[in-house]
T-cell receptor, first 112, second 112 residues
Framework: NAGVTQTPKFRILKIGQSMTLQCTQD?????MYWYRQDPGMGLKLIYY???????DKGEVPNGYNVSRSTTEDFPLRLELAAPSQTSVYFC???????????FGQGTRLTVV | DQQVKQNSPSLSVQEGRISILNCDYT??????FLWYKKYPAEGPTFLIS?????DKNEDGRFTVFLNKSAKHLSLHIVPSQPGDSAVYFC???????????FGDGTTLTVKP
């Protein structure tokens, strides 16, 4: 089992470009999350999903969009990249609410 | 207002000694607490958790203590090993919401 797979691992974007960060899980978990981690900071929740077809905003959703058409996939879309979106992005899954989350290896994004 | 705070950005201990990492929270709705460990260029991995109905949970060298009245939890690592050197994140969640709020992390360095 691969667990949680994020692609790409690294990406450099120019201001105004768009991209999709991919996240796929093979754990059959209903709960999925997108976090960002800025240097020296903790993880901030961008968006989350409690099941296919259901998404909701987290703490820092501005500039991002998500979709959840299947249990396995939870892509994160950046429409107009800005330098403030330079960060490391982590996707995570969770089987039940009161359990631990499983994280992908992260995507390091730089916007120049 | 940061709901989960780790006031010590870093901690250095000698191999074999005890490491104590602290975490404070402000939201009284939090009822499930977790510690994650993170190595560079990897995603966080789950270490240990505790429910608000308990005041202590132990797993091998790792023990988490919860003081609900003080809204404080701590992670004890005994004995500390060089391989424990990593960033440790405290996280908290409220009931069935599932999603966790993270602290900014404490970098633990265990010296041989």
């Amino acid at each position: 089992n691969a667990g949680v797979t994020q692609t790409p691992k690294f990406r450099i974007l120019k201001i105004g470009q768009s991209m999709t960060l991919q996240c796929t899980q093979d754990m059959n978990h209903n709960y999925m999350y997108w976090y960002r981690q800025d240097p020296g900071m903790g993880l901030k929740l961008i968006y989350y999903s409690v099941g296919a077809g259901i998404t909701d905003k987290g703490e820092v959703p501005n500039g991002y969009n998500v979709s959840r058409s299947t249990t396995e996939d939870f892509p994160l879309r950046l429409e107009l990249a800005a330098p403030s979106q330079t960060s490391v992005y982590f996707c995570a899954t969770q089987g039940q609410p009161v359990t631990e989350a499983f994280f992908g290896q992260g995507t390091r994004l730089t916007v120049v | 207002d940061q709901q989960v705070k780790q006031n010590s950005p870093s901690l250095s201990v000698q191999e074999g000694r005890i490491s104590i990492l602290n975490c404070d929270y402000t939201n009284s709705m939090f009822d499930y607490f977790l510690w994650y460990k993170k190595y560079p260029a990897e995603g966080p991995t789950f270490l240990i958790s505790i429910s608000s109905i308990k005041d202590k949970n132990e797993d091998g060298r790792f023990t988490v203590f919860l003081n609900k009245s003080a809204k404080h939890l701590s992670l004890h690592i005994v004995p500390s090993q060089p391989g424990d050197s990593a960033v440790y994140f405290c996280a908290a969640s409220a009931g069935s919401a599932g999603k966790s709020t993270f602290g900014d992390g404490t970098t633990l360095t265990v010296k041989p």
